[in-house]
């Protein structure tokens, strides 16, 4: 039943007809002389390698170091524009206008209900539960999505809340819906948590997809890089409906470097200090008088109930402070990002003063 085969079947009937854009890159490799892509012969910009080329379309070397980072085959992936744009191609890969409609467990992140609104999809809601530390309904996920509902967005650790969702809640969920909907668990924050990766449920499972991204740990946000993994079968429905040059070529060198075992190690060493700048802010937050709950978090910000959030968010601009206020999501919150030391204490500061 969880086969790539059923889950190929809640595609758009229309992309899964779709010719796909033939570029020039995907049709003729090696060669010497390349004049099949109406490019310029010289780089006007020097210092610039190779910018008058059209880029890779999936630059292998990218694709397998991406691979060996996550542990898994290379054609289990697709590298995106930010993950964002793996949320905007699942959505338009399943979901037909006015018909279909994905499932979110609110408060999550935002993207989800644009991606659907775009698309012209509905949006059906299974909240996470406030009283049990934002924890996920496996019953109420499981029986809100009806057969319209074509993907369900889960996010682990969560934005705004920070928590991981119970890895047995999410398997739960991925295979009571085997063969009826999709079930995308977004681990942009992954690398900041003690949990295990859902990517290790993959092989079995041909309904799950998790995003990634080098936004976060790796320092990448202005690259946009995200990872889309899943079965091969679902990566290649969503090379139908990619861009056909998505990753520009200077993006590809700063990815390339910052995947060096090296700057992998680099990368993990910073998480680390991270996490642990979290955990000291997190207990200096508590001993402020106004500050309610500071939510135990996996990720690399901290969700912090406040008596009245429009006075905290007035005196952190006022200082120069640039805090969230997540209050239309939690009622009197403000989101925290953990930056470097330095712009950790200066926010303990500003925030001491309330
Ligand atoms: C949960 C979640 N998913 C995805 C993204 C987008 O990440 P990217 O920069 O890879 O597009 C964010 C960004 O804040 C996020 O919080």
């Not at 009937?13 to 490019?39: F, H, M, Q, T």
Request: hydrophobic share 50%.
């Amino acid at each position: 039943m969880n086969s790539p085969a059923a889950t190929l079947a809640l595609v758009r009937p229309e992309i899964l007809a779709l010719a796909p854009y033939s570029s020039a890159r995907k049709e003729s490799k090696g060669g010497k002389v390349w004049l099949d892509a109406n490019e310029n012969p010289a780089t006007p910009h020097a210092g610039a390698p190779l910018l008058n080329r059209y880029p890779e379309p999936q630059p292998p070397e990218l694709v397998a170091r991406l691979a060996s980072l996550y542990g898994t085959a290379p054609d289990g992936i697709l590298v995106t524009r930010g993950s964002d744009e793996g949320i905007d191609l699942l959505v338009r890969a399943f979901c037909r206008a006015g018909h279909d409609a994905i499932l979110i467990t609110p408060p999550t992140y935002g993207m989800y209900v644009v991606a659907a609104g775009i698309q012209g999809a509905a949006v059906r809601t299974a909240p996470l539960v406030a009283e049990k530390d934002f924890a996920v309904d496996p019953a109420a996920v499981i029986g809100a999505a009806g057969p319209d509902v074509k993907l369900v967005f889960l996010c682990s650790p969560n934005n705004p809340t920070g928590r991981n969702l119970a890895r047995a809640d999410v398997l739960q969920i991925v295979d009571a819906l085997a063969g009826r909907a999709v079930v995308v668990v977004d681990e942009a924050y992954a690398e900041f948590s003690a949990g295990e990766s859902l990517v290790s449920a993959l092989p079995s499972r041909a309904n799950l997809v998790v995003l990634r991204t080098l936004s976060k740990a790796f320092g990448l946000a202005g690259a946009r890089v995200g990872v889309t993994l899943a079965a091969p079968e679902l990566i290649g429905v969503l090379q139908k409906i990619l861009a056909p040059y998505p990753i520009p070529t200077p993006v590809v060198s700063a990815a390339l470097a910052a995947l060096t075992p090296d700057a992998i190690a680099a990368a993990r060493r910073s998480a680390a200090d991270l996490v642990a700048g979290r955990e000291r802010l997190a207990a200096a937050l508590l001993r402020l008088p106004y500050v309610r709950t500071v939510w135990s978090s996996d990720a690399n910000f901290l969700l912090v109930a406040v008596t009245d959030s429009a006075r905290i968010m007035q005196l952190a601009r006022a200082a120069g402070l640039i805090i969230r206020d997540r209050s239309k999501d939690v009622p009197n919150t403000v989101r925290i990002t953990i930056g470097s030391p330095a712009e950790t204490a200066f926010a303990l500061e500003v925030l001491s003063r309330g």
